[in-house]
């Protein structure tokens, strides 16, 4: 429900004027979110709603959809002609300096970036600066409840849990003469799932040898490798629970099939896993210290890790994203490598923690999920993997 003192407080803390919810068809799903307006409602033409940091907000509607925001509080104002539209729009915003909306400039985060430049042109013309709405957006998108928090926790238990159903299913494979191949796992990993009421939004990664070296490695009929003694695995898993609103789980943990797990492995895995250290703990220092985080600068620390071991051209995705009732949710990105992400990482925000180094032969990558609560103390869910599993100790 769309709670009009919260966001006035929410302006005011980020120091915006007032904030322009623009939609068209569907073009713009946050600023729907936000307004608790149905997806499957049919509106055809452009509507708008102005929240100011102080008094009423008011509705811009067409007059052939007059009603199309009479949920929400606010005065009405309906337009009929183009030329009226755009009196109306300057209207909006009349006596404001900085006006938010879901825009980035020079389309930095895309995640966030859905009003064309047509509009902002507009009410770049009436005199405002139009600002982004990216912070908002993850205030009221990305931000947990409690119950939100413990539907991941769930999760995190039932996710994790699959990770020994794995190995111990390729170690028995492998013993028995018969290896399990890369979507048998995948398999039993949906059916863990299933069984527990899981939701996995799309199959896991299941990634054996040379294959875990592709960051985005998918197992099908056509690629499936048979997972043998010698190999290298990556395991990438998420899900969540069925119930309404859940909050995902996103894991990933790397093994090697034998007793003994090669140098060569070990020293990968320690520079990737120093990378996550350093992330978690700028996250920790921040916080503690009371002090701004961006989601770039998460990035930066870990890529620097890797960096410094001469493996930087070998890390080629961002450090960790967003989590929340999508597997990528709306939240601050700790990127700067895809994007300048200067959101902030804000309280009651989860999300990933991940870098990766992939080589030719093989790829290490971790995976935690983070969690700031609303005092600050970070929480680190889904266990710290330590060292490669010896799948077959």
């Not at 890390?315 to 597997?327: A, E, K, L, P, Y």
Request: net charge negative.
């Amino acid at each position: 429900m769309f709670a009009l003192d919260k966001v006035q407080s929410a302006l005011k803390e980020f120091g915006f004027d007032g904030w322009l919810l623009y939609d068209f068809r569907g073009s713009n799903k946050l600023a729907r979110r936000i307004l608790d307006f149905s997806s499957a409602a049919l509106v055809t033409r452009r509507l708008y709603y102005m929240v100011p940091a102080e008094g009423a907000p008011t509705k811009l509607v067409h007059r052939i959809e007059p009603g199309v925001l009479d949920h929400l509080p606010g005065n009405k104002r309906v337009y009929l002609r183009w030329q009226q539209l755009e009196e109306e729009v300057a209207g909006l915003v009349r006596g404001m300096k900085r006006v938010a909306m879901e825009y980035s400039s020079r389309n930095a985060i895309p995640y966030v970036s859905k009003v064309d430049a047509g509009t902002v042109e507009v009410l770049r013309g009436a005199g405002v600066e139009v600002c982004s709405s990216a912070d908002l957006i993850q205030y009221f998108e990305a931000t947990l409840s409690e119950e939100q928090i413990l539907s991941h926790l769930a999760a995190e238990k039932l996710t994790t849990a699959a990770f020994s159903m794995c190995w111990k299913m390729i170690a028995e494979g492998v013993r028995a003469g018969k290896p399990c191949t890369e979507t048998q796992i995948q398999q039993a990993i949906l059916n863990h799932f299933d069984k527990h009421d899981l939701i996995p939004e799309y199959p896991p990664i299941v990634a054996a040898g040379p294959h875990s070296g592709d960051p985005h490695f998918e197992p099908t009929p056509d690629t499936d490798s048979p997972i043998e003694d010698g190999d290298f695995v990556l395991i990438d898993l998420w899900a969540k629970l069925s119930t309404p609103k859940a909050i995902f789980s996103d894991i990933t943990r790397v093994g090697y099939v034998g007793r003994t797990v090669p140098a060569k492995y070990t020293q990968i895995f320690d520079i990737v896993a120093a990378a996550r250290a350093a992330a978690v703990n700028l996250v920790r220092t921040r916080f503690s210290e009371g002090k701004p985080l961006r989601g770039w600068e998460v990035d930066d620390a870990a890529r620097n890790v890797v960096e410094r071991a001469g493996y930087g051209k070998y890390f080629v995705h961002r450090t960790g994203h967003s989590i929340g009732v999508d597997i990528h949710g709306s939240g601050a990105n700790m990127d700067n490598l895809e994007t300048h992400d200067d959101r902030l990482v804000l309280p009651n925000t989860l999300f990933s923690i991940e870098p990766g180094i992939y080589l030719e032969d093989f790829g290490v990558h971790l995976e935690v999920n983070v969690y700031v609560d609303r005092t600050g103390v970070v929480h680190i869910t889904g266990g710290v993997q330590e060292a490669v599993v010896p799948i077959l100790e």
